[in-house]
């Protein structure tokens, strides 16, 4: 974890609560008993036990405070308010099209203290949800929808080369097993 710094104090009111429920024994995180957790290559090393919320998660731990994480779980959510009135391409539309937001969310403190040298020649780029420099940035794009009745929609946006405007996108459908 050199040079990454990651603090547990979340960008809203939602924390990252301890979902054991006895000696390494994860709570539920469903009515159905399904139980999600959270792990990455950097971080805690065991898995994080989620309880039901939303999450944000971006090139770092999940939820690190970067007002680009906030900003992002804020049109997430509300678009997840109004889901219920959209047909499901809408929804996946529109939440492409949170994930490919270039806004800057200046200043950030946060991600200037965690990339120092790499981030200060590209800090207005680097500071939106949709990173887009020469070198570096986003290349895909995922949303998952899971239905109640297990029904998955899983479409991923990958960027063709370094084209931001030339996007292939890749739809997979199936149901989740009992």
Not at 91 to 106: C, R, Y
Request: aromatic fraction near 8%.
């Amino acid at each position: 974890m050199a040079g990454h710094h990651h603090s547990r104090k979340a960008c809203s009111a939602h924390q990252l609560s301890s979902a054991i429920s006895g000696p390494a024994r994860p709570g539920q995180s469903t009515t159905k008993g399904d139980v999600f957790c959270y792990y990455g290559n950097r971080g805690d090393p065991e898995p994080l036990f989620l309880e039901p919320g939303t999450y944000g998660l971006s090139n770092a731990l999940l939820e690190t405070p970067w007002k680009k994480l906030c900003f992002g779980k804020k049109l997430f959510q509300e678009i997840v308010e109004r889901s219920q009135t959209l047909r499901k391409p809408e929804l996946i539309i529109q939440l492409l099209d949170v994930l490919k937001n270039k806004e800057a969310q200046l200043p950030d403190p946060a991600i200037v203290e965690q990339g120092k040298e790499f981030v200060e020649p590209m800090l207005d780029k680097y500071s939106a949800v949709f990173v887009h420099h020469e070198n570096y940035g986003t290349r895909t794009n995922t949303v998952i929808l899971v239905d109640a009745a297990g029904n998955v929609t899983f479409t991923e946006n990958t960027m063709v080369g370094k084209d931001p405007s030339n996007w292939m996108t890749t739809i997979h459908e199936f149901k989740l097993q009992d």
